[in-house]
């Protein structure tokens, strides 16, 4: 630090400070917002929370979410832990080469850096198609559910296979050495070395869903309205309201809470073997 | 050996620990074989090293062994034992990896009890183990810390500890020293060698480290290209190596074609050279530059050339040596070490006339 010329760290200062400040200052604002007087309810106070908590189609939507969050995640960490399992096993510097280990991960990777409108649009217009010939997943929460493990999966592949990358590649052969089958190998060695990763993967794979808007727009259907779907359509009818605000506020509290415990659960994943019995 | 529920059957009686491999071959992919119909014998309870240049195909016989490879042709027999069709987790052999392979989810303890824990010894009895072997490599004072709090030193020793505690019949070390800085190294070096003395189980070494290769084992077998170059006990691979690889990777060496003059003399690029050994097969003289003498005034012996120094390197307990021979410009300086004891008459400059002599004795035919 000391060693930055004066001029450059301030420079540096006045360029991150508004930064930091265009980052925050909007979720202070829903946050102080909340709390904002209305007709009824002069001077700051809690009356938009309360009209929250008695409003069945907010309620409705907030239990839509999290069902869709908590399924969706279930499945999509599932998924992505054996995609980040067989991008590790093949990756190129293993001599995967190009059609067992650079395509697949470019494959996998490819949601993660495709527009979610695209995204969205597509799904859609495949659901649709399948919908219109078998007559199976008319749009709603399935649908919903079906296209979040999609942006999921490749999240949590991404988490997983870091893990596994980061690990001693002579690990899994130790284990062998050391009179373990596979089942054993598995059970001891693998599942509690890659157990931080799981963990932090389905956190992540919660949050996604939770946040997500626009690929969740494309595939809802009339009785699966999302949180993120109900906010929209309120601003859209009448605008911002104190309870938009607290809504949001919720949203940003369980999101940082999600984000604390991922960052509690991936920081212990060095320090395991202390807590764990012999 | 008490309380195995699970894993390999001791063997017992005087094969426990020896190794036999017959023409073991493996190749990778279709490419030229990493291991080339290797036939070697091991005996139990020896240290023998496996020394070769990287990619030499030590390590691929050592992942071979420990049962991670599979032969493509050849057998291998543990005691006496044909492992075609026993998996890793099956053989009486423990490894020590040269990233040691540690498990990071568990602590040093935990760590050198897994193998235990794996054949399903009890925790009592698997406890006694571990506490003894801990003392012995002198553990004790991390035993909690976790992997990554460890200095590589002490990795070492948790890994040797953690082959060592199940008893095995062979432990395989893949340069297991090669991380660390050269006092550790030295260090470690005999703390290894007292260790398998004392326990007597058989240890294959593996490293491209002549020095250790000469300062551990018992034999060595010099490998390189997929095969093994010459097997024997070290003095002899150092002093009377077979050909040109194995005298050029152990050591300094001078080597110069012959031609055969018959009987007790062969013609050199330097001169007749007069030898004990006998000419067969062989197309080259060589003899070790700790092996020349260095003489102010001509001595009335066989094989003494005139030259002068050109080069004099001091290297602390000897000084190295070139002697650009006066009858024989062409040839490349001959090489000289001369060690700076009390005993040593002089040094050489640069410059300096000498009179150097190569004893018929020291004078090796060796394979081209």
């Not at chain 1, 601003?235 to 509290?253: D, H, Q, V």
């Not at chain 2, 090669?178 to 398998?196: F, P, T």
Request: hydrophobic residues 45%; proline residues 7%.
């Amino acid at each position: 630090m000391s060693n930055i010329p004066r001029g450059v760290r301030n420079g540096l200062l006045g360029v991150s400070l508004p930064v930091y400040l265009l980052l925050y200052a909007p979720l202070a604002i829903i946050a102080v917002f909340s709390f904002a007087p209305s007709l009824h309810h002069p001077g700051l106070n809690v009356a938009a929370y309360g009209l929250l908590a008695n409003d069945p189609q907010v309620l409705a939507a907030i239990r839509r979410s999290l069902v869709l969050a908590l399924c969706s995640a279930a499945l999509g960490t599932m998924l992505g832990t054996l995609m980040g399992f067989g991008l590790s096993r093949f990756r190129p510097a293993k001599g995967g080469g190009f059609w067992v280990g650079t395509l697949p991960s470019l494959i996998i990777y490819l949601p993660i850096i495709m527009p979610s409108l695209v995204f969205g649009i597509s799904e859609m217009i495949f659901f649709n198609y399948v919908h219109q010939y078998t007559g199976l997943l008319s749009a709603g929460l399935l649908t919903m559910g079906i296209a979040h493990v999609t942006f999921q999966a490749p999240y949590v592949a991404l988490v997983v296979y870091a893990r596994l990358a980061g690990l001693d590649a002579n690990l899994f052969e130790a284990s062998h050495d050391l009179y373990a089958n596979g089942l054993k190998s598995f059970l001891y060695l693998t599942i509690p070395v890659v157990r931080p990763a799981l963990i932090g993967g389905f956190l992540l794979a919660i949050t996604l869903s939770i946040d997500d808007f626009t690929i969740s727009f494309f595939t809802a259907g009339p009785g699966s309205v999302t949180l993120p779907i109900y906010i929209y359509g309120e601003i859209a009818r009448k605008g911002s309201s104190p309870e938009i605000n607290a809504i949001g506020t919720l949203m940003i509290a369980t999101v940082i809470g999600v984000a604390l415990l991922y960052y509690v659960v991936t920081r212990q994943q060095g320090r395991i073997g202390q807590t764990s019995a012999a | 050996m008490t309380g195995i529920a699970q894993g390999p059957q001791p063997q017992a009686g005087p094969n426990r620990g020896s190794i036999s491999l017959q023409g073991v071959t493996r190749i990778f992919a279709g490419t030229i074989p990493a291991v080339d119909g290797i036939d070697l014998e091991i005996k139990a309870g020896e240290f023998f090293t496996l020394l070769g240049p990287s990619g030499c195909g030590k390590t691929t016989l050592l992942r071979m062994i420990a049962g991670f490879e599979v032969p493509d042709a050849g057998r291998i027999l543990i005691s006496g034992r044909e492992m075609q069709d026993v998996p890793a987790h099956k053989r009486a052999v423990n490894t020590v990896f040269q990233s040691y392979a540690l498990f990071p989810h568990l602590n040093v303890q935990q760590n050198i009890g897994f193998g235990l824990r794996m054949q399903g010894v009890k925790a009592p009895e698997r406890k006694t183990r571990v506490d003894a072997i801990m003392e012995l490599l002198q553990i004790g004072p991390f035993a909690t810390r976790n992997a990554a709090q460890l200095s590589g030193g002490q990795r070492q020793r948790v890994a040797l500890a953690r082959a060592l505690v199940n008893e095995p019949e062979v432990v395989l070390l893949d340069e297991p020293l090669s991380a660390l800085d050269a006092k550790l190294r030295n260090e470690l070096q005999i703390e290894l060698l007292r260790m398998q003395k004392r326990l007597g189980m058989t240890f294959i070494f593996v490293t491209h480290d002549q020095h250790e290769a000469l300062v551990m084992s018992d034999r060595i077998g010099v490998m390189s290209k997929g095969r093994v170059q010459q097997v024997g006990p070290v003095l002899d691979v150092y002093e009377k190596p077979r050909n040109v690889f194995v005298a050029e990777f152990l050591g300094l060496s001078n080597i110069w074609p012959i031609n055969p003059g018959g009987g007790a003399q062969v013609d050199t690029p330097i001169g007749p050279l007069q030898i004990t050994a006998s000419v067969g097969a062989e197309r080259m003289a060589m003899i070790r530059p700790e092996k020349i003498w260095m003489w102010p005034t001509r001595p009335e012996r066989p094989n003494v050339f005139a030259g002068q120094v050109s080069e004099a390197i001091y290297m602390g307990a000897s000084t190295q040596y070139r002697v650009a021979l006066t009858d024989a410009p062409a040839a490349p300086p001959i090489l000289v070490l001369d060690t700076n004891n009390v005993a040593a008459e002089r040094s050489w400059q640069a410059g300096e006339m000498v009179f150097v002599e190569l004893k018929p004795d020291n004078v090796m035919m060796i394979e081209g």
